[in-house]
């Protein structure tokens, strides 16, 4: 039994949706089923909530490998459960989505997920880290002002970052979970091309067909913003990404999506045509 959580988020979805078009019923642990009902009856629902304990020892029993996601300052409060639950229900192998980094974690997000992994380290269980970079899927952010205005903003300049679509985390992630020689592994995925914002908002316009505009923006601005909606501490996070993203930091590309999967990194201009009508 594979059990997936974050089922109903951007790379658990995606990795319960390939495991499924393998054939296998994977169990899902999501907070509310209701949210989950694409998947019924081709997977096994379960309820529960990695901050309830008490829910995930019913939801670990007979697990064999965990697809682990968590996000956030509170990820590794939330992942010290669930480690502590696979470990009781004996699970064989924990695959855990981290982030880009975690390996020498400088940036507070890396440093977040470096507290995670290094708990499954020392667990004992036989584990995989995925440390991915930038999503393609955080360009669904900029939707809104590029629909009403031609543009976007983020406070980025000329700094690159190679993007990469979650379905090749996801497409890692089940290769992983379903083949042997991974355990022990960390894989830094990335797309395959590393892109400044205004070379993304040039493959927005190429597929949307009219132009589309980066306007680089202070950090301060975009922070006095973000706080009017999300905690401070996950602020300071974005702020400490988008900092080491203006001065090159970010500029990585890594062809591990290919050494694993035997297929290319997909590139943003095939991932803007799918999700084209987002901008539109």
């Known amino acids: 039994m594979i059990l997936v959580t974050g089922a109903t988020g951007t790379t658990g979805g995606e990795v319960a ?4 078009a393998t054939g296998r019923q994977p169990r899902l642990l999501v907070r509310d089923p209701s949210k989950a009902r694409e998947f019924q ?10 901050g309830r304990p008490e829910s995930l020892g019913p939801a670990m029993k007979g697990v ?8 956030g300052p509170s990820g590794p409060d ?6 502590e639950a696979a470990t009781k229900a004996g699970v064989g192998h924990v695959v855990k989505l981290s982030v880009i980094g975690a390996d020498k974690p400088v940036l507070i997000l890396s440093q977040w997920h470096a507290k995670s992994e290094k708990r499954l380290r020392e667990s004992g269980l036989k584990w995989t880290m995925l440390r991915p970079g930038n999503f393609m899927s955080n360009a669904l952010g900029w939707a809104e002002t590029i629909k009403s205005e031609g543009a976007f903003y983020q ?13 090749d985390i996801a497409a890692v992630a089940v290769k992983t979970l379903t083949t ?4 022990g592994k960390a894989y830094t995925l990335t797309g395959p091309e590393s892109l400044s914002g205004a070379q993304y908002a040039a493959k927005l316009s190429s597929v949307l067909g009219r132009p589309v505009k980066f306007v680089d923006i202070p950090l301060e601005s975009v922070r006095s913003g973000m706080l009017k909606s999300m905690p401070p501490a996950y ?15 970010t500029d990585i590309v890594t062809g591990v999506v290919e050494e694993v999967t035997g297929r290319r990194a997909g590139t943003f201009e095939a991932w803007a045509r799918r999700n084209a009508a987002a901008f539109m």
């Open 78 to 83: 939330l992942e010290a459960n669930a480690i």
């Open 235 to 249: 602020v300071e996070a974005l702020m400490d990404l988008y900092t080491a993203m203006r001065a090159g930091k």
């Open 64 to 71: 064999e490998r965990l697809y682990l996601v968590s996000a």
């Open 17 to 20: 949706r390939r495991l499924i």
């Open 155 to 167: 406070p980025t300049g000329t700094g690159r970052w190679a993007a990469i679509d979650p379905a």
């Open 41 to 50: 009856p081709t997977a096994e629902i379960v309820q529960g909530d990695l």
């Open 180 to 183: 042997p020689g991974h355990e």
